[in-house]
């Protein structure tokens, strides 16, 4: 969705603007290309893989950091205001090809599931030391799986005998939990769920959500790519509301203070970039214009 999204931004040739997840730079160079003379680009990633892909541009800047911090690093450039502001959610394809880094079912690797390698909690330590009851919420929240606490249950009867450690060895304590043909699905659930959890992924949106509200300029665009309904959620809500706990308080008139206003339906691929890259099948595309 990558012509649709650099479509949206609505790019003017020497604003400011932010890639909230750089990831393998196919974005940030579009968005580069569109920009004029004084243009500029700030590009957020927390994964140490992604400064592999640097832009060797003096209009493009790469900050080593999660976009959770977004507030704090464009007052350290010394910017104001930002014209337009893009997040793909979700794991980049080189995360999930990189059978090391445990993200995919389809390799076997260790249990990390890290997007940031040097923090302490990684998918292994989840799975061997959470309690049954917070394994059961982690799976019921952020994998949506109903039979959460059966799960729970033989992955703390797995580990009483020997630790967890790899991405095999949970797919072969799942196996018996769900039927044949909707195994690979409940899987990957799994593993969402707990890619979810390591990550703080959900804490980290809403965060980012609503720094992106303060430093937007009026009439500036945030483009919102989300991979799952969680995510999608998350967005859907905050362009609406404002917040994520309910419609926003209105004044004596029945006025809301809303930041947003939405710019256009919510989109999704078409046929030929789910051919060209099945993984983007799920991706739905939110846009809003600061107010």
Known sequence: MCEAAIAALAIRPNGVYVDATFGGGGHARSIVEALGLEGKLLAFDQDTDAQQNLIDDPRFTFIPANFEHLKRFIRLHKIAKVDGILADFGVSSHQFDTPERGFSTRFSGPLDMRMNSGQELDAAKIINTYTAAALADVFYQFGELRNSRAIASAVVAARASQSIATTTALKEILQPLFPERFFNKRLAQVFQALRIEVNQELEVIKAFLTQAAE?????????????????????????????????????????????????????????????????????????????
């Open 215 to 291: 430093v937007l300029a009026p009439n500036g665009r945030l483009v919102c790519i989300a991979y799952h309904s969680l995510e999608d959620r998350l967005v859907k809500t905050f362009i609406r509301d404002g917040g994520f706990s309910g419609p926003p308080e209105a004044d004596l008139y029945g006025r809301r203070n809303l930041p947003f206003k939405r710019v256009q339906k919510m989109q999704v691929p078409t046929e030929e970039e789910i051919s060209d890259n099945p993984r983007a099948r799920s991706a739905k595309m939110r846009v809003a214009e600061r107010l």
